[in-house]
């Protein structure tokens, strides 16, 4: 017995003036038609418009616009499977550089040249050629799943050429400046944080997020367990960034002073107060303002910025205050597997391409150090 074929499902027949017809059964009872010179076309066709019905996407077959594809990507796919933040990045790229460009163009139709010139536009707005290249990696991101569910037959974004991207800076700190540095930060309400982040190379969010009990000053050790991060105003703790973030680092021993001395104002802080401290909603942030309230990256930022100014030295942001501890490690022959796990990185390749970048007074010494293996005496 034949089995009766069932909604959103389809059937491909030839017509008398030989185009193929493939038909499915929309879930609301009606049906739509796509067609084809030969039969494989139509059966491409077919394909996209069953995808499409399983992923909940418009279905229009060929004129299933990429705009409308991108919103449905971002809301049921993207949204799943990155954080808020970037999700945020990824619509802001989208409404701002894609879809005034690119949005109308029937997803089926869109070709490499159609993304080249998205490319062009974005750099004509003036914007760096890190966002062109984020724009192409968002778009190519989208088309990868548009491919696994057959709406596409080749991703374009892959076959677009890429933009040019300069390679970014990467400051190295000489142990003299980075002294220098914390003389700079000494006795700041900040200090502790600020000498955590040279000396343990934590990302600003996992430093904003730790808690009291993620410390153990009897030991001088301290577990990156979770981030802080403030999105569309209000701050979110999320889980670290990879796996090896996750990570528990040993404190130099000033390290551990400088936050018993923090710790013993904070607490000041909170008699001082008394109901007014905020840090038991927030179970106790180690870095918080005076009320016990989290940091955002902002105000920690400018604040590193000032002090550096009143101590007339040269501005840095506090990233490089992690790739300032990579440098040290580097400085002091620190093995790049060893850094790689105290500073968290998901690969060896993004520690070595720090230590590649250290400073030229290492290099010199690196040099010495040969000459002397190699000339003992000279």
């Given at each position: 017995m034949t089995r009766?074929?069932?909604n959103?499902?389809?059937s491909?027949?030839?017509?008398s003036?030989?185009r193929y017809?493939?038909?499915?059964t929309?879930?609301?009872?009606?049906r739509?038609?796509?067609y084809?010179k030969?039969?494989a076309e139509?059966?491409?066709?077919l394909?996209?418009?069953?995808?499409?019905?399983?992923n909940?996407?418009p279905?229009?077959?060929?004129r299933?616009?990429?705009?409308?594809?991108?919103?449905?990507?971002?809301?049921?796919?993207a949204?799943?499977?990155?954080?808020?933040?970037?999700?945020?990045?990824?619509?802001?790229?989208?409404?701002?550089?894609m879809?005034?460009v690119i949005?109308?163009i029937s997803?089926?139709?869109?070709t490499p040249?159609?993304?080249e010139r998205?490319?062009?536009?974005?750099?004509?707005?003036?914007?760096s050629?890190?966002?062109?290249a984020?724009?192409r990696?968002?778009?190519?991101?989208?088309?990868?799943?548009?491919?696994?569910?057959?709406?596409?037959?080749r991703?374009?974004?892959a076959?677009a050429?890429?933009?040019?991207?300069?390679?970014?800076?990467i400051?190295?700190?000489?142990?003299?400046?980075?002294?220098?540095v914390?003389?700079a930060?000494?006795g700041?309400?900040?200090?502790?944080?600020?000498t955590?982040?040279?000396?343990c190379?934590?990302?600003?969010s996992?430093?904003?997020?730790?808690r009291?009990?993620?410390?153990d000053?009897?030991?001088?050790?301290?577990?990156?367990?979770r981030?802080?991060?403030r999105?569309n105003?209000?701050?979110?703790?999320?889980?670290?960034?990879?796996?090896?973030?996750?990570r528990?680092?040993?404190?130099?021993?000033?390290?551990?002073?400088?936050l018993?001395?923090?710790?013993?104002r904070?607490?000041?802080?909170?008699?001082r107060?008394?109901?007014a401290?905020?840090?038991?909603?927030?179970?106790?942030?180690v870095f918080?303002?005076?009320?016990?309230?989290?940091?955002?990256g902002?105000h920690?930022?400018?604040?590193?910025?000032s002090?550096?100014?009143?101590?007339g030295?040269?501005?840095?942001r506090?990233?490089?205050?992690?790739?300032?501890?990579a440098?040290?490690?580097?400085?002091?022959?620190v093995?790049?597997?060893?850094?790689?796990?105290?500073?968290?990185h998901?690969?060896i390749?993004t520690?070595?391409?720090?230590?590649?970048?250290?400073?030229?007074e290492?290099?010199?010494d690196?040099?010495?150090?040969?000459?002397a293996?190699?000339?003992?005496?000279a």
């Amino acid at each position: 017995m034949t089995r009766k074929r069932g909604n959103s499902e389809g059937s491909i027949v030839q017509r008398s003036d030989g185009r193929y017809m493939a038909r499915v059964t929309l879930p609301d009872g009606s049906r739509r038609a796509y067609y084809g010179k030969t039969r494989a076309e139509a059966a491409q066709k077919l394909q996209r418009a069953l995808a499409a019905i399983a992923n909940g996407l418009p279905l229009s077959g060929d004129r299933l616009a990429v705009g409308s594809f991108l919103e449905g990507w971002l809301t049921d796919h993207a949204a799943q499977r990155v954080r808020d933040k970037t999700l945020r990045c990824y619509r802001d790229l989208v409404r701002l550089h894609m879809v005034p460009v690119i949005g109308r163009i029937s997803l089926a139709k869109l070709t490499p040249q159609h993304v080249e010139r998205m490319m062009a536009n974005v750099a004509d707005k003036g914007m760096s050629p890190r966002t062109v290249a984020h724009c192409r990696a968002v778009l190519r991101n989208a088309l990868n799943h548009a491919m696994r569910h057959s709406l596409v037959s080749r991703n374009v974004a892959a076959l677009a050429d890429p933009p040019k991207v300069p390679e970014s800076e990467i400051r190295a700190i000489t142990p003299a400046a980075a002294r220098q540095v914390l003389l700079a930060v000494k006795g700041d309400r900040l200090e502790a944080l600020f000498t955590v982040a040279l000396a343990c190379g934590l990302r600003q969010s996992e430093a904003l997020g730790l808690r009291w009990s993620d410390v153990d000053l009897e030991t001088a050790t301290l577990r990156v367990q979770r981030t802080l991060q403030r999105v569309n105003g209000e701050f979110l703790v999320l889980e670290p960034k990879t796996k090896r973030s996750r990570r528990t680092i040993t404190l130099p021993a000033p390290v551990a002073t400088s936050l018993r001395q923090y710790k013993a104002r904070q607490t000041e802080d909170r008699l001082r107060i008394g109901p007014a401290w905020k840090g038991d909603v927030w179970d106790n942030l180690v870095f918080t303002d005076d009320t016990g309230c989290p940091l955002s990256g902002f105000h920690v930022g400018r604040r590193f910025k000032s002090l550096l100014a009143v101590a007339g030295l040269p501005e840095m942001r506090y990233h490089d205050l992690r790739h300032g501890a990579a440098s040290l490690m580097a400085a002091q022959g620190v093995p790049a597997r060893v850094a790689m796990e105290v500073l968290g990185h998901a690969q060896i390749s993004t520690t070595m391409n720090i230590y590649a970048h250290i400073a030229p007074e290492f290099q010199k010494d690196a040099s010495e150090k040969v000459a002397a293996a190699l000339w003992p005496g000279a």
